[in-house]
Structure formats: structure tokens, C-alpha cells
């Protein structure tokens, strides 16, 4: 593994030895990894290995779910995530999220994107922020027309992008998105493959996939997590192999990876 996954890319965040537990079960066991800015980095590995539970570390959503509890330090640009003056609603400000299902809010399109910056005190032209993130999402031409009606008329894949929109408006640095393809079509995959694109060069963003075509389409670094039987018969996830994509997919060092990329895994 490399300590400094990309040269000359800062990085955003230090996981150091995490392992997540929901009440006495370990879900993820003992994670060190660095995630480079201005970069995807993918999540991938079967269902159950903790792709989800460690997303949720980064912007401290797992906080909320009783019971679960994170162990050793992840670091966002030095500073200790889980330090006690740390405010987990202001990170959560600067770290977004999208996830597997669309969840606009049952409000008007405009008001989804507004929501959050109205909470948020937002003092600058409101209608520039909605037509500002809704181009951003690349979904401005399909709903200029229609800012009124509700975000719950659009389609699965616009609304996807509503919900990226939403998540772009709070102006992030980083954006988590946990499966946010799963639900849709080929085509609204492909087209928030692109946005995801456009979107590399300002935020740093970390994507959890079951598509492996996916991850090495749209990241840079992937991370390969698997499960391990304890001896309670409980199974934890931990990480295998986290390298630049094309080393994932082309030179892993681990079997395991190499079964699991191509497709040969369980
Ligand atoms: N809220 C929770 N309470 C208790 N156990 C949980 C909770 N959320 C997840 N787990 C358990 O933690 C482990 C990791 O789950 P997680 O959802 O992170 O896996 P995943 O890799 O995202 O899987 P998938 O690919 O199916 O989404 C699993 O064994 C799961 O059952
Ligand atoms: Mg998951």
C-alpha cells in the first residue's frame, strides 16, 4: 500500500486505525487510509464489509445511529473529526452526502436547493445559488421551466441530481455518495458519471460502487474492503487493498482483490 497515494495531492482526510462497532459487534476492524483532494476515490466490496459505516465516519453520520461507536482517529485536513469542540452539523456543512435512494424533500425544486443555504444564513442572490447548483448538477435545462413544482415529480435520475444539486448548494468541500447509481438507468448512470466528472476538479469526492466498470471509470484510488469471519462466527469488514484504480484493476497485490475485480469472488 502507499503511504502518499498520489504524489503532490494534498490530503483531506487520515483515517488511523478505525474500527466501527454497532453495540459489541465489530463492523470494520482497524482502517488506515488517506484520501486525497480534488479526487474520487471508490469504495468497493461485497455487501456487508463496511463500505457504508466508513462513509459515514467521514461526515460523523454514524453519531446518529444508536449504538455505534468509531474507534481510532480520522483526521480532516489534521484536525481530529471526532475532537469534542468539533461540530458535527457544521461538518456535515462542508461534507455532503448522497445516497442510494433519491431523497429530494417534498418541496418545490427550488426550494430542495434552497433549503439548506436559507438554514445555513445564506445572504448572497438566491435565485443565482438555485440556477448556479442546478447547472452544476447538469439538470438546469430539464426543470428551468418548472422551479415550482415539486422535486418528488421529477424521474429517478433527475432527481439524483436534484439531490447532488442540493448537496452542491451548501457549497461542501467534499462530497460522500453511497451507491447514488444503484436505483437508476443506464442512461441517468451515465450521465451523473459525467457530473461526477465535472465535479473532480473542485470537490474531493469518495463514492461507494457495486459497479466495478463504475469505479474505474470515474476514480482515481479505489479502496477494496472484504469480510473476515471472527471467531464468534460474526463477520467483520476490513481493508484488503487501496492503490490508484488502475493498480486495482490491473496489478493487485492481494487475490482477494484480483477475485473480486474480475469477478470470480464468492
Ligand atoms: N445501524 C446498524 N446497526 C447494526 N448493524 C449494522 C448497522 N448498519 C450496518 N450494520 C452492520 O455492519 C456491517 C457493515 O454494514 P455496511 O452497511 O457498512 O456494509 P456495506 O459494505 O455498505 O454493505 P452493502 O454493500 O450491502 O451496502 C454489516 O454486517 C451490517 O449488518
Ligand atoms: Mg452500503
Redesign the pocket.
Known amino acids: 500500500m502507499l503511504d502518499f497515494p498520489i504524489e503532490s495531492t494534498k490530503n483531506v482526510f487520515e483515517v488511523r486505525g478505525v474500527s ?1 462497532y ?2 459489541n ?1 465489530e ?2 476492524r482497524n482502517v488506515s487510509m488517506k484520501i486525497p483532494e480534488k479526487e474520487i476515490t471508490a ?1 468497493i ?12 465516519c467521514f461526515n460523523r453520520l454514524n453519531d446518529l ?1 444508536p ?2 461507536k468509531v474507534k481510532g482517529q480520522i483526521y480532516y485536513h489534521g484536525k481530529d473529526l471526532y475532537a469534542p469542540q468539533v461540530d458535527p452539523v457544521e461538518i456535515r456543512q462542508k461534507i455532503g452526502m448522497v445516497f ?1 435512494k433519491p431523497n429530494p424533500f417534498p418541496k418545490s425544486i427550488y426550494d430542495n436547493i434552497a433549503y439548506g443555504a436559507r438554514i445555513n444564513g445564506y445572504k448572497g442572490n438566491m435565485d443565482e445559488l438555485v440556477e448556479r447548483s442546478l447547472r452544476q448538477a447538469a439538470l438546469w435545462d430539464e426543470v428551468k421551466s418548472k422551479l415550482r413544482e415539486s422535486g418528488l415529480s421529477l424521474s429517478g435520475g433527475q432527481q439524483q441530481r436534484l439531490c447532488i444539486a442540493r448537496a452542491i448548494a451548501i457549497e461542501p468541500e467534499v462530497i460522500l455518495m ?2 447514488p447509481c444503484s436505483a437508476l438507468d443506464p442512461i441517468s448512470t451515465l450521465k451523473i458519471e459525467e457530473l461526477m466528472h465535472e465535479l473532480r476538479s473542485q470537490y474531493t469526492i469518495i463514492i ?1 460502487t ?1 459497479n466495478m466498470q463504475q469505479a474505474l471509470r470515474v476514480s482515481s484510488m479505489t479502496a477494496f ?1 472484504n ?1 473476515i469471519a471472527g471467531e464468534d462466527g ?4 476490513y481493508l484488503v487493498e487501496y492503490d490508484r484504480t488502475e493498480k486495482i484493476f490491473s496489478f493487485p497485490q492481494e487475490n482477494a482483490t484480483q477475485e473480486y475485480v474480475s469477478g470470480k469472488f464468492g
Open positions: 466501527v454497532y453495540k459487534f463492523a470494520l469504495f466490496g461485497p455487501s456487508g464489509c463496511g463500505k457504508s459505516t466508513l462513509l459515514r445511529i449504538g455505534a442510494q453511497d451507491e461507494v457495486h474492503f469480510v460474526k463477520r467483520s469488514g
